[in-house]
């Protein structure tokens, strides 16, 4: 099992283009997340989905949108990239339920100049 | 409002030294759970330990330990003995319960960079 996994890993944007970044899960796990972390500002939650087709907000979801079409992928789009959105993401997935282990990919950094 | 608070930013200690790390946390929920994730310099997470809020009892695992107090909400770890491969920013992070919608996400806390020097 691959676990999950991000494309890309690294990617350098000018200020104004979008991009998206795919997770993928092989785990056939419900709920599928997507953060951002940034020097001494923790983990922040961008987006989140509990299941296929749907999604919700975190607490910084502002310039972000994200798609989960299929169970195993979770996108996340930057429709015009900002300075601000320099930091690198992680998407993780967990069984759904009782709170349980979040399973993490390995993270995609991203600049953008 | 749930809330975790890792009050240490930073902490240096030399190899061989024990080290405590500490996660207080704030919920209102009957049942929740508990989480640590170590994030070494490669900066993969890592998971260490999930706890749920009916087991008060001691976790020990190898040079690991955690101390889990309801009574002062916390969830405190310890590295016993110290070594450079534990250099890493460690996360407390809390699950809530399904009835009130806060088991959908995690609640994590700012994390605790700790670096052991030889």
């Known amino acids: 099992n691959a676990g999950v996994t991000q494309t890309p890993k690294f990617r350098v944007l000018k200020t104004g283009q979008s991009m998206t970044l795919l997770c993928a899960q092989d785990?056939?796990?419900?709920?599928m997340y997507w953060y951002r972390q940034d020097p001494g500002m923790g983990l922040r939650l961008i987006h989140y989905?509990?299941?296929?087709?749907?999604?919700a907000k975190g607490e910084v979801p502002d310039g972000y949108n994200v798609s989960r079409l299929k169970k195993q992928n979770f996108l996340l789009g930057l429709e015009s990239a900002a300075p601000s959105q320099t930091s690198v993401y992680f998407c993780?997935?967990?069984?759904?339920?009782?709170?349980?282990?979040?399973?993490f990919g390995p993270g995609t950094r991203l600049t953008v100049l | 409002a749930q809330k975790v608070t890792q009050a240490q930013t930073e902490i240096s200690v030399v190899e061989k030294e024990d080290v405590t790390l500490d996660c207080v946390y704030e919920?209102?929920?009957?049942?929740?759970?508990l989480f640590w994730y170590k994030q070494p310099p490669s900066g993969e997470l890592v998971f260490l330990i999930r706890?749920?809020?009916?087991d008060e009892q001691n976790e020990i695992s190898g040079r690991y330990s955690w101390n889990f107090q309801k009574s002062t909400s916390s969830f405190n770890f310890t590295i016993t003995a110290s070594q450079v491969v534990d250099s890493a920013v460690y996360f407390c992070?809390?699950?809530?319960?399904?009835?009130?919608?806060?088991?959908?996400?995690?609640?994590w806390g700012l994390g605790t960079s700790l670096a052991v020097n030889p």
């Open positions: 993780a997935s967990s069984p759904p339920g009782t709170p349980r282990r979040q399973f």
């Open positions: 919920t209102r929920d009957t049942t929740y759970y």
């Open positions: 785990m056939n796990h419900e709920y």
């Open positions: 992070a809390l699950g809530g319960e399904i009835n009130a919608g806060n088991n959908r996400k995690l609640i």
């Open positions: 706890r749920n809020s009916f």
């Open positions: 989905s509990v299941g296929e087709g749907t999604t």
